[in-house]
């Protein structure tokens, strides 16, 4: 089943919620739909669940036009951000209850609901209440619920925000297996973009309820369609550059530009994996500070002009690039974009290597 | 100058304060349990002695045999029961409705069903009376005059009923407003509707369910007002079982007491019961 977006668009009152979205889900495709608050995710989410009605523009299943079809015929399982499981109901009645207002028979609706149950994890705990369940449990269950009825679609909005760190992880990995093992269509709602890389076929960035981006999740990090996607995703380093030609002088190197570059002053956008950081007594740089994560560290280093930038080194070099080390720092030689120099960038503060 | 895209940095909640207990509290239930228990004390103690004939139940056995009280008791549980559903069937939808769709609208609706605790009763029964009155006079040659009129039927007064349901709505309001505050209504009706739910099983199946308590709680504070309320049913002329009860305390105070003591204990077994129920389902 795919899932269409046409020309979506929603406002509320002064505020443009979605600006007339285009966007097209394959069969059995996890599409990420990633963004700042406010950007519109959730809205294009809730056409699709019916909880919104856009003011224009078409939401397809399959190539039907759901758009003014109640929630309660849609067929879209959803699972929600907060804790959406019926207190008065058990584990196994909460997986149950769709099959229940569907008047299935009773023994067809507690085998599915204990065979759900045993899919995510969760065998021999139907007879317990929400609150006898952890909030990993209780999101388990609700992807379960949301299962129960075979839908065609999935739409997940943000069920991991709720949850610690380690559990975040493991449950996302959990989603992907059961997603890949239905082969059911999924829209995820995210705004940690990590989540979105990890578990997502493609990624869509919005921002202001326009798509500004849409593609693989190496694509959209190694190569963002505009500065806002660059910003948004991964951490970014912004470097004052002097465009020559088709080329930027960034930190006494020429590196090839990637796309159009909006003036001669700009700021050359670098992530911290691509800034390279050697040991050299007479360095002009100097390690300030490092933050060892296991199979990376994060350097912060000092530039000449007193400018500070982030670099990512392996981890089993951070004991040798210790903070206090003076160091040579240059960038990897591939295409950067840039954008217009920001007000605060000074002119004067080019580092030379 | 070289910068770096900022990253959030994390909140912590502060620890809220614990309330202090210890003798004070103790000595404020205590001032509390005497200033409602001495009255009460008297009042038995008035109903089960007289200097004359001493210590005696005669009182309570006169209850069952006393002419007016069982109509009259049957009437107001009647009365109550009409009031309790429509209550139910008006507030709870519309609570629900403001909630999902308008939530701006709740000070309102907040602001509606506090008035009958500001009309003074009396000026209510004027209005009621005249609505009557005026109401037969206008209608008189149309269909609608019957309807009126059945409204004031003696057997069942169902103008009672809707003078009730207008003056409980301040206390089922607010017992339902907590109920749906302790819920995430938004998130479970989206949830069940996604489910493939219609409007009513939602109402049925989940709403409903999971205000028990406070649903209980609206019902049984609708019977006791309707069970204590006088003024109305009085002056409309009706017999109901608070009017009863001040019509026999002129020819038996014992009687009459012995009876408002009963009905404020069946009032203190059902707070108990309810109190008990919402214990055991948390």
């Keep these: ?353 | 100058m070289a910068a770096v895209t900022p990253t959030a940095v994390p909140v912590t909640a502060a620890p809220l304060p614990v309330a202090g207990g210890g003798w004070g509290r103790r000595v404020v239930l205590l001032v509390a349990a005497v200033y409602f228990l001495v009255p009460m004390v008297i009042a038995a103690t008035f109903t089960v002695y007289n200097e004359a004939q001493g210590f005696s139940l005669g009182a309570y056995g006169r209850i069952l045999s006393a002419p007016g009280f069982v109509s009259s008791f049957l009437l107001s549980l009647a009365l109550a029961a009409a009031t309790i559903v429509i209550v139910l069937v008006l507030l709870l939808p519309a609570m629900l409705a403001v909630r999902l769709g308008a939530p701006g609208l709740r000070p309102v609706l907040e602001t509606i069903t506090t008035l009958p605790l500001i009309v003074p009763p009396i000026t209510y029964v004027v209005g009621i009376s005249t609505s009557l009155r005026e109401g037969a006079d206008a209608l008189a040659a149309t269909p609608f005059w019957q309807t009126l009129i059945s409204l004031q039927d003696e057997n069942f007064p169902f103008v009672l009923v809707l003078a009730y349901v207008v003056l409980a709505l301040p206390f089922a309001y607010r017992s339902l407003d907590a109920g749906l505050r302790a819920i995430d209504v938004v998130t479970l009706v989206e949830a069940a509707r996604n489910l493939g739910a219609s409007w009513p099983q939602v109402m049925l199946r989940v709403i409903m369910p999971n205000l028990r308590s406070s649903l209980a709680g609206a019902a049984f504070l609708t019977l006791a007002l309707v069970l204590g309320e006088y003024t109305v049913a009085a002056l409309l002329g009706y017999q109901t079982f608070p009017v009863w009860i001040v019509t026999i305390s002129g020819s038996d105070g014992q009687l009459s007491v012995a009876l408002s003591i009963l009905s404020l204990l069946l009032a203190w077994l059902l707070l108990l019961t309810l109190s008990r129920a919402g214990r055991k389902k948390s």
């Design chain 1, 1 to 353: 089943m795919t899932v269409e977006f046409r020309g979506l668009r929603r406002t509320y009152g002064p505020t443009v919620a979605l600006d007339g979205l285009d966007l097209t889900v394959a069969q059995g495709e996890l599409i990420a739909l990633l963004g700042p608050s406010g950007c519109g995710k959730t809205t294009a989410l809730r056409c699709v669940a019916g909880f919104e009605r856009p003011d224009s523009g078409m939401v397809l299943i399959d190539g039907n036009d759901v758009t003014r079809v109640p929630a309660n015929r849609r067929d879209a399982g959803m699972v929600f951000q907060s804790y959406s499981l019926f207190p008065n109901l058990n584990a196994r009645d909460n997986v149950a209850f769709g099959m229940r207002v569907r008047r299935r028979p009773v023994a067809e609706r507690h085998s599915r609901a204990d065979e759900l149950l045993e899919l995510v994890g969760l065998a021999g705990r139907g007879d317990r209440y929400p609150h006898q369940l952890s909030g990993g449990q209780q999101q388990r269950v609700a992807l379960a619920r949301a299962l129960a009825l075979a839908p065609k679609v999935l739409l997940l909005d943000e069920p991991l925000s709720a949850l610690d760190a380690k559990v975040r992880v493991s449950l996302r990995e959990e989603i992907r297996r059961l997603q890949l093992e239905l082969g059911i269509t999924t829209v995820f709602v995210t705004h940690d973009q990590e989540e979105a890389l990890s578990v997502a076929d493609r990624v869509a960035v919005l921002k202001d309820g326009r798509l500004e981006q849409v593609g693989a999740p190496a694509e959209i990090y190694d190569r963002p369609a505009t500065p806002f996607v660059a910003e948004f995703v991964g951490t970014m380093n912004h470097i004052p550059g002097r465009v020559t030609g088709d080329r930027v002088e960034v930190l006494g190197q020429l590196l090839p530009i990637d796309g159009t570059a909006p003036g001669e002053l700009v700021d050359v956008l670098v992530r911290p994996e691509a800034v390279r950081v050697t040991p050299a007594e007479a360095g002009p740089a100097l390690i300030m500070a490092s933050s060892f994560r296991g199979s990376t560290a994060r350097l912060r280093v000092q530039l000449a002009d007193d400018s500070q930038l982030l670099a990512d080194v392996p981890g089993h070099d951070a004991v040798r690039l210790a903070p206090g080390l003076r160091v040579d720092v240059s960038v990897v030689e591939r295409p950067v974009l840039v954008t217009a120099r920001a007000a605060t960038s000074d002119d004067e503060s080019v580092v030379s290597a």
